[in-house]
């Protein structure tokens, strides 16, 4: 095992730890731990108190220039450099063990304060016996980082790197670069020049710590690292939506750079296309035909939620028109199959038969009209219900045969006009007067007559909300067929109390419309008036 040494001088004292990294077969270091800068980092706080007791040093150390052979690149121009020159001095020449030589101060008279110091804090990797060039990282806080690398492996595999040490300056033996944002990376990129195996060294990692090296392998033209990062975005699972897009993100960043992305964005787009109606349309289907009630539901509940997201979004031409299409073709045939599960279960040779036979009927009723409901509520949220209204208050042959059913197989049924009630009391859905009108008189005496089974009966059934819907829709409908309605309700109501919907809110109303305030006069009225 080679060793680091770090270098950190604070007050005019120096501390040195030796930390192990790992190394090639060859000798060189390759990819050092990640918690070696952590480490490192946590050590450049400040002392809290000076120590008196230790003195100055007499001499300082001289600092060696070869402008021949020294040269600084910037790395990342849009970043200022925040290094003093106090804390870039080191000699990239020496032979000696691998410090990186500093100078802090060149004086100590006066004395400055603890705080004002210069720090830095400086490692070094790699085997300078066996190299022949270093690299020099400057990073943020002092932080600097001596690289005893081979020209030959940096200019094979690195454009960035082949391009800095052309034959024009082939006798370059030292590059500094300024201002790397991610120094930890950058070294560990490099290292990644000495590996045979590199996908194996990716294994070990994080999403978010390779795409900071496949950040970093762009920037030095580092293309097998580039390939291996690619193929571990695409192997590994992406965990939650913010890590999904930081890889989308960056992947589509080497998409115009000719780099073969297509693998990795596979996983989020498709190249087959594929009519979303028929998608969806084949997912509906699924749920809807689905036996086991509890998956059912929790799908039911899924496709709501992902659909009500989609709501929010701008929509591609005619996609909107298009789920519409496939939610009421869906609903067409759950009518017809519910019209004739009625027909069936009315059939006078119906009662006669066992109540195995009885039972699939009445389950399957259920299940048609839990369906639409689903697809109602689906429609609602879409601010597309009103044809469904349409569709409802037509059918007259269905609410003719609903009496005919025992309540616990027909109550489904009034869960679907209570819902439609809701959603024309609160504006979600907003069908013509003469549907409006067509609705109560063909479902609201249903809906009465099953009013004292869905309460005690159905979890779901809110009485207050339900009474409120059915009340304002009456409310919206001409006076004159407000009175009908109201007053065939009023008789209802006196016989069977609370099991009966309570509409007193929207019978107080249309009462002030007609006799304490009416906004109109009678024609015949104010004809007499003008004689």
Not at 173 to 193: A, F, K, Q, R, W
Request: hydrophobic fraction near 35%; glycine fraction near 4%.
């Amino acid at each position: 095992m080679a060793e680091i040494r770090l270098t950190r001088v604070e007050q005019g004292q120096t501390k040195i730890r030796n930390v192990p990294i790992a190394v090639t077969p060859e000798g060189f270091w390759c990819c050092p731990s990640p918690v070696v800068f952590q480490k490192t980092l946590k050590t450049q706080n400040p002392l809290n108190k000076p120590k008196p007791s230790s003195p100055p040093p007499k001499t300082t150390p001289q600092r060696k220039h070869n402008p021949m052979t020294e040269r600084k690149i910037p790395f990342t121009p849009s970043r200022s450099a925040a290094i003093s020159d106090g804390q870039r001095s080191f000699n990239p020449e020496t032979t000696e063990a691998p410090v990186l030589s500093s100078s802090v101060v060149s004086e100590r008279a006066p004395k400055p304060k603890a705080e004002s110091l210069p720090r830095k804090v400086a490692i070094e990797f790699g085997e300078p016996g066996t190299s022949d060039m270093k690299v020099i990282l400057l990073g943020k806080q002092g932080f600097c980082v001596k690289l005893s690398v081979h020209k030959n492996v940096l200019m094979e595999y690195s454009s960035f790197f082949a391009d800095k040490l052309s034959e024009q300056q082939s006798s370059l033996s030292c590059l500094e670069i300024d201002d790397c944002e991610d120094i930890e990376i950058y070294v560990e990129t490099v290292g990644l020049m000495y590996c045979k195996e590199m996908k194996q060294r990716l294994i070990k990692q994080s999403v978010s710590r390779v795409l900071r090296i496949l950040k970093v392998a762009e920037l030095l033209g580092f293309n097998s690292c580039i390939h291996s990062c690619l193929e571990y975005l695409e192997a590994v699972p992406w965990v939650g939506e913010e890590e999904e897009e930081k890889v989308v993100s960056s992947v589509l960043r080497l998409q115009g750079e000719g780099i073969g992305v297509a693998p990795v964005l596979k996983r989020v787009s498709s190249e087959i296309s594929k009519p979303p109606k028929d998608t969806l349309c084949q997912i509906i289907e699924l749920v809807l035909k689905s036996n086991d009630e509890r998956s059912r539901r929790e799908m039911k509940s899924v496709v709501l939620k992902l659909l009500r997201e989609n709501n929010g979004l701008p929509s591609y031409a005619g996609s909107a028109d298009i789920c519409n299409e496939t939610i009421y073709s869906s609903c067409r045939s759950c009518f017809d199959s519910l019209l004739s599960l009625f027909k069936q279960a009315t059939d006078p040779e119906f009662s006669d038969k066992p109540m195995d036979s009885k039972e699939p009927v009445v389950k399957q009723i259920a299940l048609e009209s839990d369906n639409l409901s689903w697809l109602l509520e689906i429609l609602a949220d879409r601010q597309a219900a009103d044809e469904f209204a349409v569709i409802w208050a037509s059918q007259q042959e269905l609410a003719a045969l609903h009496e005919k059913l025992p309540i616990v197989s027909r109550y489904h049924i009034s869960c679907i006009t209570a819902r439609l009630f809701i959603g024309i009391g609160r504006g979600e859905l907003l069908p013509s007067k003469d549907t409006r009108h067509l609705l109560l008189q063909t479902w609201l005496q249903p809906l009465i007559n099953d009013y004292s089974w869905l309460q005690h009966g159905c979890r779901s059934f809110d009485r207050k909300v339900v009474e409120e819907g059915i009340g304002r829709t009456i409310l919206t409908l001409p006076l004159e067929d407000q009175q009908s309605i109201l007053l065939s309700w009023l008789g209802s109501f006196l016989k069977a109390g609370d099991n009966c919907p309570n509409l007193q809110r929207a019978f107080e109303v249309w009462w002030r419309r007609t006799f304490v305030r009416p906004y109109v006069e009678p024609q015949d009225n104010s004809l007499q008036s003008d004689k």
